[in-house]
C-alpha cells in the first residue's frame, strides 16, 4: 500500500509542474499532460502505471460530469438545446456510422459490429481540453456554451451506443427495433432518475439543518448516488448525474448557505483539478502497454490504422458541424432557432474541437478478454491501440491548431450585446444604485442618524461615482487618481495583515479567529480587485 501511495504523490507533483509548464508556455495542460505521460512511460518506474475502466467509470466520471453540470448555464443550454443535442445524439450515431462502415472496409478482419464498437468508443468529443483551450484564447462565450453542453451529453449517447454494440458482438445477435426502444428507454429513465435524486438531495439541502461541511460532504456524494442508481438498473448514469446537476446547479442560491457555496467552490475546484491531472497523464502512460498487447499486427499498420480512422473522425465532425448548420438555417423559416444564420466560423471551430479523451480510452479497456464460448475478443487490442493513436491526433494536432484557428479566423460573439467588461460594471452599478435607494428609503432616518448606516451611503455613493464613468468614454475612468485609490485601498489591506499576523504571535488572541479576519481581507481584496478590473491587471 506504501509504495503506491508514494507513486501516486510523486504523479500530483509531476502533474503540478507540467501544469505549470503548461501555464509558461501558454499551452492548455490537458495537451502538456498527455505529452508528459508519454515520455513519462519510457521510465521504468511508471511503465506499469495503468487505467482501470472500473475506476474511471465509477470514481472519475460522476464527480467531473457533476461539476461540469454545476457550472453549466441552463439558460445557455436551453438557448442552444436544438445545436447541443444535435452533436450529442445524431452526431454520435452519425460518427458511429461512418467509423462502422470505413473500418470494416479499410481493416483486414474487421465486421460490422466491431466497427460500430469502435465508432462508440471514438465518437464522444473530450470537453475539458477544448474549453481550456477556447478560455486561454477568449473564444466567444456561445461557443463554450455549445461545447461544454454537447459534452454533458454524447458521453451518454456513445456510451449506450458502445453498450449495444459490444452485445451484439459477444451475443452475435442485434435485433434494430429492439436496440432502438432500448436506446428511447435508457436515455429517459437515466434522465427521469437523475432528477428525482436531484429533488431528494434539493430537499434534504432545503430543509434539514446542515452545517457548511455536511452540505459539501453531500455534494460530493451526491454524482455517486446519481450514477450508481440509474447504472443499477441499466439505465444511463451519465444522463442522470446531468440531468441532476443541471436542476441542483439552478437552485444553488435556494439550497445552500452563502458559508456552503464559498466552501464547496474551493473543494470542488480543487478535485476536479486533481482528477482531470490524473486521467490526462494516465492516457499518455498507457503507450506500453498499448503497443505491447498488439499480437501479429504490425506497428506500422496499427499505426496507419490510426491515422486513417483519425482523419476519418475528424472530417465527419467538421462535415456533421456544417450539416448542422445547413440544417438550423433551413428550420429557421418554420421554427424559431437561437441563431438563424450560424455562417461558416462557428460550425469551423465546433467540427475542429473534438478532441477525444479518457472516456474513450476506458470505454475501450471496459471491452472483455474473451467472449463466453471462451475464445479470444476479436481484434481487442487493435481496437485498443487505434483508440489511443486517435486521442493523440485529435488531442495534441487538434489542441495546439485550435487557438491558432480562432484568432485566425478572428470570431467573434455576435450575440454579446454588452461586453464582459461593461457587463462587470454595469452590474455592479445597478447593485450599487439598488442598495442606495434602498437605503434612502427603507432607513432614511437611519442614514442621517446612525454613523455607520451613513458611512455605508457613502461607501455606496463612492462606488457610484467610479461605476458611472465608461472606460473607454471617459478619460477620468482611467486617470492616475482612480488608480491611485485601489493601490491604497489594496495597500491598507496590506497593513491590516501585518497587523493581524503581529496579533497572531501574541498568545492572548485566538488564531482561528485571527485566520477568519484574513478570509474576510481576502474577499475584500478579491471585490477591489473585480472592481478594478483591467486597471490592476
Known sequence: MQPILIEYLYMVLIILALVVLANKVKIAYPIILVIGGLLLSFLAEFSHVGINPEIVFLIFLPPLLYEAAWQTSWK????WRRVITSFAFPVVIITSIIIAIFSSSYIPGFTLALGFLLGGIISPPDAVSATTIM??????KYLVSIIEGESLLNDASSLIVFRFALAAVLTGQFDLKEATLSFVLVILMGLLIGLLIGLLIYLLHRF???TPSIETVLTLITPYAMYYAAEHYHYSGVLAVVSGGLLLSSQRQKMLSYQSRLQ????????VFVFNGFIFLLIGLQLPAITTDLGTISLKSAIGYGIAISAVLILTRLASSFGAAGFTKIVSRFITVADPNPGWKMPLIAGWAGMRGVVSLAAALSIPIALPGGESFPLRNLILFITFVVILMTLVFQGLTLPWLIKKINITDKYSTIDEEEQHRFIRKKLALISKEHLNTRYEKETTENSYV????????????????????NPEFQSDTLIRFYHIQLDLLETQRNLLTHMNRKQEFDEELIRKYFTLLDLEEYRIRENGLTLLR
Open 135 to 140: 478560455r486561454q484564447v477568449n473564444a466567444p
Open 208 to 210: 434539514l439543518p446542515l
Open 454 to 473: 451613513s458611512n455605508l451611503l457613502n461607501r455606496l455613493e463612492t462606488d457610484l461615482h467610479i461605476f458611472g464613468h465608461h472606460p473607454n468614454g
Open 76 to 79: 445557455e443550454f436551453w438557448k
Open 264 to 271: 464547496g467552490v474551493n473543494v470542488w475546484g480543487n478535485l
